[in-house]
Structure formats: structure tokens, C-alpha cells
């Protein structure tokens, strides 16, 4: 089992940046991607970034450019930092773990974009 416990959610104006922490633990050996996805209510949930234990990110077309995922395999932390937020950005964002098929995931923390 993988525990993943995210913080740094939290309302900000549009144009202003916010940056998420998520801590793993337990089974952390076989993690191999970690990740940050979004979901919005009555939506599905969605991919926003992506990192490999590699380093290798990959992008949601809509944050590329604004949002920066990086890990630190040392302290078992992935990172979120996003800047230029906007409204659309307003969801409740989920820190994800991959081992094989296997994703574990973090309770979410709400993230709100208003002026």
C-alpha cells in the first residue's frame, strides 16, 4: 500500500500561482509515475501532469506553459507549481502513485481560482 497525503490547495485570484506538496509512504519502492489530476463535480478526472521516476513529464494541453511537475525521489515528494491560474483551474486536485497497473491515490486538495 501507497499513502499519499497532499497540502497547499487554497483560493487564489486569477493570475496568481499555488504550489501543492504531496508526501508518499509505505509501499514506495514500486513507485513508478507520479502524478496530479484534477476533477471538477460531475466530471471525470482528469490528467493534469505527469512525472516518470525517470524525471520524464508530460502535460495536459491546457496547463502547458503555467504548471511545472517535479519530484524528489530523495523525500518520496512530487510537486505541482502553478502559476498564471484562472478560473477553468478551479477543482479538487488528487496526487496519484502508479505501480504497473496499480494507483494509489491522495485524498485531494480543493483548489479555488476567483477574484
Known amino acids: 500500500q501507497v499513502q499519499l497525503v497532499e497540502s497547499g490547495g487554497g483560493s487564489v485570484q486569477p493570475g496568481g500561482s499555488l504550489r501543492l506538496s504531496c508526501a508518499a509512504s509505505g509501499s514506495i519502492f514500486s513507485i513508478s509515475t507520479m502524478g496530479w489530476y484534477r476533477q471538477v463535480p460531475g466530471k471525470q478526472r482528469d490528467s493534469v501532469a505527469t512525472?516518470?521516476?525517470?524525471?520524464?513529464?508530460n502535460y495536459a494541453d491546457s496547463v502547458k506553459g503555467r504548471f511545472a511537475i517535479s519530484r524528489d525521489n530523495a523525500k518520496n515528494t512530487v510537486f505541482l507549481q502553478m502559476n498564471g491560474l484562472k478560473p477553468e483551474d478551479t477543482a479538487v486536485y488528487y496526487c496519484s502513485a502508479h505501480r504497473g497497473t496499480v494507483i494509489s491515490w491522495g485524498q485531494g486538495t480543493q483548489v479555488t481560482v476567483s477574484s
Open positions: 512525472i516518470s521516476s525517470g524525471g520524464r513529464t
